[in-house]
């Protein structure tokens, strides 16, 4: 059975010292949580992890759910921002980033609209990346109706080989 | 290699890598030493024209100069010996960019340039601006470090460098009694640490870790300072380097890594049985918008201790992270 870390990616990348950070940021459409008590406040991903954990908030604990598209541009600029500071603080390695293109062809009209708005942040955050990490290779990959199963591999070796030609001509 | 005969090594770096040579009896003869320049000085541009140093140490004045006409690997290269031992300790240093008429010049801003930045900016008329190590631009800092270590491998090869990785240690020993030092080290460890990792990568050589626990002491013939450690340290690290140059060890061979961020990355990728790389560490479920700026403080989730074991989840420092699911 697989173990789940509760680790922010942060300090295992300090650890584990990788020469590459291959990245994307599909789940960006994954809500966020934030419990709050007092001035303490935590905030998480609300993923499949946290689910099973069954929470329910007690007296005191003041928790709430916010998805993307309930977010400003702003926030979103500035959440990003912070993302990437994070990953500067800890991380001067070689980074790959895959940009997602996504079509929604089954989707309903309201649907669609939500989903265009979440694409439309999702680009803004593809560019803070670019602007702050200056990634050495950037992939288009196409994703249509939400099938990650069905995208096509590309072999590690290509895409290392690649980055290492870009590094060359920088 | 025999014990009788006499290795030459050159230093670039801090005293920890100069200090670590008085711990006992060793074969080796110290050629070079480099010191008080940060790796990212040199990348930067500087100057060919210099005022008289007087006031200071020959070694000193010498040191300064290098940095200010960035001719340190000239030099290196010139008076090579059979290894090079390299720390990076004094990355930790500011830097100083100085502005006049002809234009800009960079320098190390340890004690020398402290010492002579009012000579510097009386000669040229200029102003002087420093840059704190941990503001210095992240792409600076990058393509410094990568200039850097790249002109070292111009000189030697990997399994003649050691790379010696101090910290400042948080501790010190007094008459027996241990004390903290007052004020955290942690993110002055932690940028270390970050360029440590990045230069280790490139340079692929040999490697000595000082432990985070390291502890200073107060005894140190050149008085307190977190990088004056006790004995014992300075002890292993000496007999690192005799293991390492003395038994003619080649740097071990590792495959390169990667770690992955999202989902798509992960299920992109293809890794061929034979391939040279190897996967540390895959993350997905974790939306980079609830960054650890956003969680403040200690909010207690200890009743879900027994969920969270049920799950398999490892708990490290939830008010610290994002949450997510890792494999590797």
Known sequence: MQRILIKAIFSVLLDENPDYLLMDVYDIRIPTISIQINDNRLDLTKS????????????????????????????????????????????????????????????????????????????????????????????DVDVVNGDLGGLKKISISDILNEVKRDRQTR | MVESKKVSVDIFGSCVSRDFFEAGEHPFIINNFYSFISPISLYLPGTREIPDLEEMTPWLNRNYSFDLRKDLFDHIQDNRSDYLILDLADIRYPITCYSSQKGKFYVTNSRMNRNYSELIRNHFGCDEVITNAFNIDYHTLKNGLSYFSNKVLEVYKRDKIILIEPVLAEEYLEKGVTYRFVGDAGATNAFLRKCYNYVENILRCHIIRIPASVTANSEHRWG????????ATYADILESVRKIILQCKPVEETKRKICTYGPISIRKIEIEN?????????????SPLPTPGYSIGKVDLERYEESIAESNIVAEDINKSNFFCAVG
């Open chain 2, 274 to 286: 034979n391939s040279q790389i190897s996967l540390r560490k895959a993350f997905y479920q974790s």
């Open chain 2, 224 to 231: 307190l300072d977190r990088l004056h450690y006790c004995d």
């Open chain 1, 48 to 139: 499949f992890y946290w689910d099973k954990i069954n929470y329910q908030p007690v007296f005191g604990e003041k928790y709430d759910e916010k998805k993307i598209n309930q977010m400003s541009l702003n926030e979103v600029i500035e959440r990003m921002e912070r993302f990437c500071d994070g990953i500067k603080n800890v991380f001067l390695g070689d980074i790959v980033i895959f940009k997602t293109n996504t079509s929604e062809e089954i989707l309903s009209e309201v649907t669609k609209r939500k989903s265009i708005r979440i694409n439309y942040l999702m680009s803004f955050a593809y560019e803070i990346i670019d602007r702050e990490l200056m990634p050495l290779l950037s992939i």
